[in-house]
């Protein structure tokens, strides 16, 4: 088993992965300490064929292989693939259509983020061989063995796709994942701007002073760990971001006060940056501050309401066989308990013939919870 490693080798695997129905993909990377994945193996199958392709090979340019993910007509298959994604994003390309088998499982009745080995071991019973999970994957050469295991996971999902599919195609539920396989590959989420860098943080308080600091210091951090390819928490924890908007110091000595920064921070080049970057922020931070929608202090849930909606998902869930987290979380739920008309996708589609609508019904004394043995009953309330 050898990988790919020049273009003309890609280029012949690619046309004929081109006449598939779908692909199957996965990557091996290095990111411990690096703000930038290091993509270091891309293993593909279709129904026919599997390959391991090797993008740290010197006579490689992977422009066949990103058409082929550019192909709308093309299904990649991937498991829990985020990361797998946002590597293929910093490509230029995001896999579109996409079909994650763990989001597809949690429709299938696998329960929430289900791990790949335990996936396969339900559904194609095998056992997956887990000896080389831990390889350093830059390094060369690989053994063989490494590279039977990382191929491995791609043959198993090419197997794994057509009988998750035609299970939620059966059921009618190919389109409860819908939405979810449609956020996976929306290019906003792996937006990288570090203007932007602020969205991915919760900032606490609301004062354009606040937010100016806020923003303008999540955008430094964002770009020095680009820069510097870093991991950003290295150069500063996110509330550490925090603390500073709050205090806004701007002196470098000020930084060595507030608890969540680095020791030493205010004496070095960072402070001195990052102090720099507060002055500046302070200037005119009426007309800095980014737009944050606040939203509206949320009418109180009753805990009591909130505890019955629970058992009433978990009884639902388990009779439709579906994950909780697929048809609400704890926040939906406290909407719901607070008001009829929150603005939920629970009350909507699906998710309301399943749940939402039963929820109303619950809060209005119309449905009942029983203990039937070591199961929760819905019932209906006769007047």
């Known amino acids: 088993m050898e990988p790919i490693t020049t273009?003309?080798?890609?280029?012949?695997?690619?046309?004929?992965?081109?006449?598939?129905?779908?692909?199957?993909f996965d990557t091996e990377f290095m990111r411990e300490t690096t703000y930038w994945p290091k993509l270091c193996l891309i293993q593909v199958a279709s129904p026919d064929e599997a390959a391991i392709i090797d993008p740290l090979a010197d006579d490689l340019d992977l422009e066949p292989l990103l058409a082929l993910m550019r192909d709308p007509g093309l299904i990649k298959v991937c498991h829990a693939g985020r990361q797998d994604v946002e590597i293929f994003n910093n490509l230029g390309v995001i896999p579109r259509p996409i079909f994650d088998s763990q989001i597809a499982a949690m429709a299938a009745g696998f329960g929430e983020q289900v791990a790949y080995d335990a996936l396969v071991r339900q559904m194609l019973r095998v056992d997956l061989d887990k000896s080389s999970r831990f390889t350093d994957w830059a390094r060369r050469p690989l053994s063989t063995a490494q590279l039977s295991y990382a191929l491995a996971d791609v043959v198993h999902l090419a197997e794994l796709y057509p009988r998750l599919r035609e299970r939620l195609e059966t059921k009618g539920r190919l389109a409860w994942v819908a939405d979810e396989m449609a956020a996976l590959a929306d290019p906003a989420a792996y937006n990288l701007d570090p203007e932007?860098?602020?969205?991915?943080?919760?900032?606490?308080?609301?004062?354009?002073?606040?937010?100016?600091?806020?923003?303008a210091v999540a955008a430094w951090r964002e770009r020095t760990a680009q820069a510097r390819d870093q991991v950003r928490g290295r150069l500063l924890k996110d509330e550490a971001i925090d603390e500073i908007a709050a205090q806004a110091p701007t002196d470098p000595a000020a930084f060595d006060r507030l608890r969540s920064v680095p020791k030493g921070f205010g004496g070095g080049k960072f402070g001195a940056e990052v102090a720099e970057v507060v002055k500046a922020a302070l200037q005119s931070p009426e007309t800095r501050a980014p737009v944050v929608d606040r939203p509206p202090p949320a009418a109180q849930a009753p805990g009591a309401v909130v505890e019955l909606l629970k058992?009433?998902?978990?009884?639902?869930?388990?009779?439709?066989?579906?994950?909780?987290?697929?048809?609400?979380t704890v926040p939906e739920l406290e909407k719901i308990a607070a008001s009829d008309k929150a603005d939920s996708p629970v009350l909507h589609?699906?998710?309301?013939?399943?749940?939402?609508?039963?929820?109303?019904?619950?809060?209005?004394?119309?449905l009942a919870l029983v203990l039937d043995g070591s199961r929760v009953r819905v019932r209906e309330v006769t007047p």
Not at 7 to 24: I, V, Y
Not at 350 to 356: K, V, Y
């Open 7 to 24: 273009t003309a080798e890609l280029e012949a695997l690619c046309a004929r992965l081109s006449g598939a129905s779908f692909l199957a």
């Open 349 to 366: 589609g699906w998710r309301r013939e399943l749940f939402g609508e039963d929820a109303l019904r619950l809060k209005r004394g119309e």
């Open 196 to 215: 932007n860098a602020w969205r991915r943080l919760k900032p606490r308080k609301f004062s354009a002073r606040y937010l100016s600091v806020f923003q």
């Open 311 to 328: 058992v009433l998902l978990k009884a639902r869930s388990e009779e439709a066989n579906v994950a909780p987290k697929l048809i609400a």
